[in-house]
C-alpha cells in the first residue's frame, strides 16, 4: 500500500489515534542546541501571513507568531490539540483543495507531511497558488538517509524488526524536487539534508519513536513484535531522524 487512496484511511486512523506523536518526537530530537522545527523555521519568512499545509498539532504556530499563523489540517484530533495550545487561524481543509483565494498569504509552510500528501501534485499546486508572487514555500520532510555509523545499523535493526521498509507514497517524487516545485510554478531556492537524533531513554522512549513511523503494510501482530524488540534494543541510545528542509519562490 505505498500509493494512492489507501493512504487517506490510514492516515485519519493513524492521527486520530496518535495525534500530537510527530511533534512529540521532533521537539525531543535536539542536535547542538538546535530542534528540527527551530531548524525548518530559519527558512520561514520573520513578516507576512504565513499558511501551514498539514499542520497537525501545530508545533510552528509559536515560532511563526498567533497573529500571522493559519493552520490547515484534515485531522480533527491534531487541530484540536493545535487549538489547545492557543494557535489561532485553525482551519480544517484538504491540503488539495485550499479554501483561500490565489496569490493570498505571504509564506506556505510545509512540516513533515509532503511526503504523504496525495495526489502530491494537486497539493504542491494548491500551496503554489495560494502563495504571492515572490512568496516564500517551506517545506520539511523525512528522508531515509544517507545515514553512518551506529545510524545504519539501528536503521537496518529496525527494518529487520518490522520485516517491512519504512516508505511513504511521496519518496520518489520527492527525491527530484527541482522538477517538482518547477512544474507548479515555484523556484528552488535550496534543499538542505540533517540528521537529528531522538534519545530513547526508556521503553516509554522507544514507543513513541515506533508509534511515529508509518507503516501500512506491517500487521499488527508483526508491530507488536517489532516494538517488543526495538525495546530490547535499547542500547542504541538514540535513533536517527534524518530530514530535508526545501525552501523555494513563487515564480514572478
Ligand atoms: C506527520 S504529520 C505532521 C504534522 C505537523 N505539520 C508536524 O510537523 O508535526 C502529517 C499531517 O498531515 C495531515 N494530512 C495528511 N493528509 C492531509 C491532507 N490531504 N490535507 C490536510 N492535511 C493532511 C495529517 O492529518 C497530519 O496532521
Same mark, same amino acid.
Given at each position: 500500500m505505498a500509493e494512492g487512496k489507501a493512504w487517506r484511511p490510514y492516515l485519519s486512523e493513524f492521527h486520530a489515534d496518535r495525534a500530537g506523536i510527530t511533534e512529540r518526537i521532533l521537539e525531543r530530537s535536539g542536535d547542538e542546541g538546535d530542534e528540527p522545527y527551530g531548524w525548518m523555521s530559519e527558512?520561514?519568512?520573520?513578516?507576512g501571513v504565513v499558511l501551514d499545509v =498539514?499542520? @497537525?498539532?501545530?508545533?510552528l504556530a509559536p515560532r511563526i507568531g498567533p497573529e500571522r499563523y493559519i493552520g490547515v489540517d484534515l485531522s480533527t484530533e491534531e487541530l484540536r490539540l493545535a487549538a489547545g495550545r492557543g =494557535?489561532? @487561524?485553525?482551519v480544517i481543509a484538504d491540503a488539495t483543495r485550499l479554501p483561500f483565494g490565489d496569490g493570498s498569504v505571504d509564506a506556505v509552510v510545509c512540516s513533515m507531511a509532503l511526503q504523504v500528501l496525495t495526489p502530491l501534485p494537486e497539493a504542491l499546486a494548491e500551496a503554489s497558488r495560494v502563495l504571492r508572487r515572490g512568496g516564500v514555500f517551506t517545506a520539511m520532510y523525512p528522508v531515509s538517509g544517507p545515514l553512518s555509523g551506529w545510524d545504519a545499523v539501528f536503521a537496518l535493526r529496525l527494518l529487520w524488526s518490522l520485516r517491512s521498509r519504512i516508505g511513504a507514497p511521496n519518496e520518489g517524487p520527492l527525491r527530484r524536487p527541482a522538477a517538482l516545485v518547477r512544474s507548479v510554478g515555484l523556484r528552488l531556492r535550496a534543499v538542505e539534508s540533517r540528521c537529528f537524533h531522538f534519545p530513547l531513554n526508556t521503553r516509554a522512549d522507544i514507543g513513541a519513536y515506533m508509534d511515529s513511523l508509518y507503516v501500512p503494510s506491517v500487521g499488527r501482530e508483526r508491530y507488536r513484535r517489532a516494538r517488543s524488540a526495538m525495546e530490547r534494543s535499547s542500547w542504541f541510545g538514540y535513533a536517527p531522524v534524518p530530514l530535508v528542509r526545501l525552501s523555494a519562490v513563487k515564480e514572478d
Open positions: 527558512r520561514i519568512p520573520s513578516e =498539514a499542520c @497537525g498539532s501545530a508545533p =494557535a489561532g @487561524g485553525l
